[in-house]
């Protein structure tokens, strides 16, 4: 059985790079045969990347969004964790904050992106506080959940043991919740990146979202597509390189 699962988990990254492959070569293909500079080929974008990595643009628009992406990411997921699981635990909180987190959910991330710049000005604070606005919802939901769905036998095994909240919340309820953690982690990374083009591209002056608009205004789609791609890259490695080791590692118990 170790041998099949050490075997499934070999052919794991392969898999994944033949399919990364075969994109790329139908991606080649097609743009060669529309010949268009609205279809530019992977090479071209390549090319481009390339050359504005030497230049300095790339990394310095790049690690200026991701600044902005980890701290609104840290941001939204605290307060979501710990506002989720205070609302799960307390039926009273619950009702007391469902209609404001419902709203939240419902309301157009454009308009509290422009709301929060009116109030307070195009600064970075009001650029992180909306795209942290944004995912903050939707991960209290998805603790919330979670933490409806504990073991009751549990939390009466820690009362009968006279465990301390604080051993309670690190022994018996984080542990259940890690798959939700997980779940709101990566779902808030793939809207978090996507909130913060648009953040930038309404009112920051630098930024990955910045330079999409001004390629966008000069109908450059190789290097829309450069900045685009690098962007991608750099989240997919953080996936691969942290949140699955680490999840690994959190629910290395499991098994």
């Known amino acids: 059985m170790s041998a099949r699962l050490a075997s499934r988990f070999d052919s794991e990254p392969l898999i994944r790079l033949a399919a990364a492959a075969a994109f790329l070569l139908v991606w080649q293909i097609g743009a060669g045969l529309a010949h268009s500079r609205l279809l530019p080929s992977f090479t071209a974008v390549l090319r481009a990347m390339v050359l504005e990595t030497l230049s ?15 701290a609104a990411f840290t941001i939204s ?8 699981i205070a609302m799960g635990r307390w039926r009273r909180l619950d009702l007391l904050l469902d209609n404001a987190v419902t709203v939240l959910l419902n309301l157009p991330a454009l308009v509290i992106i422009v709301l929060l710049y009116v109030w307070f000005g195009l600064n970075e604070t009001a650029a992180i506080a909306a795209v942290a606005l944004n ?3 939707s991960t209290t939901i998805v603790l919330r959940e979670g933490t409806r769905a504990l073991d ?4 009466e095994m820690a009362v009968s043991f006279r465990m301390p909240r604080w051993r309670v919340l690190r022994h018996v309820v984080l542990p259940q919740l890690v798959p939700y953690i997980f779940a709101a982690a990566r ?3 793939a809207l978090i990146w996507k909130i913060v083009l648009v953040v930038e591209l309404l009112g920051r002056s630098n930024g990955v979202g ?19 791609l690098a962007f991608i890259l750099v989240v997919q490695l953080i996936e691969w390189g942290a949140l699955q080791p680490l999840e690994l590692w959190t629910t290395r118990w499991r098994r």
């Open 56 to 70: 300095g643009a790339l990394p310095w628009n790049l690690a200026i969004t991701l600044g902005r992406v980890a």
């Open 77 to 84: 997921l605290l307060l979501g964790c710990a506002l989720g």
């Open 135 to 137: 995912k903050l919802p």
């Open 152 to 155: 009751p036998t549990l939390d």
């Open 187 to 189: 779902s808030g990374l």
């Open 210 to 228: 910045f330079q999409i608009q001004i390629y966008f205004q000069l109908f450059d789609v190789t290097m829309i597509l450069a900045y685009t």
